[in-house]
């Protein structure tokens, strides 16, 4: 412990006498001071034992003592140590009373005692804390080290909880609690998710304080406003896992020291070295080219047990690429598929499925369980980016643009991967976030005609009937309508225009021979009815 007033008092050698403030003398000592100046308060920080000898004070003017030890207080001078036979022969009573009546200890300081001496007594005192503090910081090192080494992640938070007289708790990368100790802090813990999300949000390292009320022991209605530290564990840009730290009070320096020790020691047992983690996506992408070759059993021998039984069950196939450039199309310093990869790893990480996930140049390419938790995570991400465009938020210049295959097996991965691409490509021309392969393929070709290439393929092919028509010498683009929309049955179409058949045979001969085209052609009528879906806003 640092210093206080009380052991000063009680130092043998210094021979200091309580004269006021006697119920108060528990307080820390951070340094003492020697001043004769009048108003000494703009070199005090707070915290210090003053030593005076009066030289330069009215110590018996009850109004200016009772304004001298108020100014006193309010720079944080803990103490006040008075030195008799020099100035005064005897502390004057009107220090005394102002002492008491503000509360600051005053302690007597006998001629015989130098102030030097006060001095080295508070500077040995520190000295002797810190070393103090130093061993017990490395002693707790070496046991956060030992159970690190024997119990893993759970055997250092009940080590780091007993240093600190507190609980500790660790979240994985998805932000759940992934360990506390004691047993009853998981509950604690789990309060403080939201924190932890935030906190996740900042570059990396971060730390915050925060406090709250929660269960002390486990038992139901105790509660306990606990001061709680939050740190980012990781070496990377985005943090792969938090500690929580939660105490009565603030922590000292060898409660700090375990604290960093553990921040250390987590760190190394929950991140991978960059080594382990280029051989595992090399691995990835070697498995991922297999299945696209169309080679599923090499590729199950290739990544063994690393990614469990994700490959001999239905899958999905996600591609994703960066969305467009802002509005200058100057380039972005930011990682625009590093939130989309979050997501799926913490989603994975939260439900305990396996997932691949491979950067392929710029794109990113993930294969994701059928039906689990990070395609279901995929489909909220995108789901809230398009509702905040909705209410009016630009487009993010990292704002993803992505693709999602139907289910598949690894025989038809690189059908998979196709449709994925297809998707992709639909979202990138419809200014979506998210596009699925299967609500493509359940709808209408006629959204797609909305394009501006096909609508400028349709006015091209149908702009020589409609200023024929503009003449006012017939009406070919309805005619045709009608024609095609019933097959081609003359009767039923002359009875919807209301004219007779020879009048739409020849209209019909009029559509050839200015199109140069035959309407005998399958073809030709195929391209003509969608030109006139595309233009006619259907």
Partial sequence: MPPTLASLVHHSALKLTVRAGGDRLDVPVRWAHVSELADPVPYM??????????????????????????????????????????????????????????????????????????????????????????TDGFAAQRELTKQALTDGPEGLLSALAAQVDGWAALYDASGAVAAAAPE???RRAARLTADVERLRERPAPASAVVGGAGPADGGEGAENTDRIELHTLGTGRRPRAVLAVGTAAALGTAERYAVHSAIALLTLTTER????????????????????????????????????????????????EPGPAGPSGAETDGDPLGGLTEVVESAAARSGEAVLVVPEGGRLVVLAADGGGAVAAVDRYAAALEADRAEGGE?????????????????????????????????????????????????SVLPLLADDAVKAFADGLLRALREHDATGRGDLVA??????????????????????????????????????????????RMELWLALKATSGE
């Fill in 273 to 320: 070295s960059r080594s382990l983690q280029a051989a595992e996506q090399r691995i990835g992408t070697a498995v991922l080219r297999m299945l696209l070759a169309g080679e599923p059993d090499h590729a199950r021998a290739v990544a063994g047990d690393l990614y469990g039984a994700l490959l001999d069950a239905p899958f999905r196939v996600i591609v994703a």
């Fill in 184 to 186: 009853w802090a998981g």
């Fill in 395 to 443: 487009r993010a210049d990292e704002e993803p643009v992505v693709g999602l295959s139907a289910p598949a097996g690894p025989i038809a991965a690189a059908a998979a991967y196709r449709q994925a691409d297809q998707a992709l490509s639909v979202a990138r021309r419809r200014g979506r976030v998210l596009v699925e392969h299967e609500r493509l393929a359940a709808g």
């Fill in 45 to 134: 920080e707070g915290g210090e034992l003053l030593l005076i000898t009066a030289v330069k004070l009215d110590a018996e003017d009850p109004e200016a003592m009772r304004r001298y030890v108020k100014r006193l207080v309010g720079a944080g001078v803990v103490g006040l140590g008075f030195a008799v036979g020099v100035t005064y022969d005897e502390v004057p009573e009107a220090l005394v009373d102002a002492a008491e009546e503000a509360g600051l200890p005053l302690l007597e300081v006998p001629r015989r005692t130098p102030f030097l001496a006060i001095s080295k007594a508070v500077s040995a005192a520190i000295a002797a804390d810190q070393y103090r503090a130093v």
């Fill in 479 to 524: 005619s045709l309508r009608a024609w095609l929309s019933r097959h081609g049955q003359w009767d039923a179409a002359a009875a919807d225009l209301g004219v007779h058949r020879h009048t739409l045979r020849y209209r019909m001969r009029r559509v050839e021979e200015i199109l140069g085209r035959s309407l005998d052609d399958p073809d030709v």
